[in-house]
């Protein structure tokens, strides 16, 4: 379990960009605060991402490396499915924003 001490502190660290999230597996539920990728790790993501291929397993090491702040870190490397939840979560982070385009 995530302390609020632990949130805290990643706040102070990396300011208002964290989710919490929590996943619930067969036998038991864990929780993992991730933040927004930094311009940084979008742009190591597209330095990954080359014309007609994209290397998945690279980009998929550099969000969870970077994103994922608390949370049982062994249980992403021993279970796919909390591994790719939490990937799913951090690509809705990304394109979490609303934007208007208008023409001029």
Sequence with gaps: MITEA?????????????????????????????????????????????????????VSKILISNCVLAGDMDLIERDGNVYSTLLSRIKDEINDYKAEVKNL
């Design 6 to 58: 632990q949130i805290n502190e990643l706040k102070a660290k990396y300011g208002n960009v964290l989710s919490q999230v929590t996943i619930h597996t067969k036998d038991k539920t864990v929780e993992y605060v991730i933040r927004i990728p930094p311009r940084s790790v979008i742009d190591a993501v597209a330095s990954e991402s080359r014309p007609g291929t994209v290397n998945v397993n690279e």
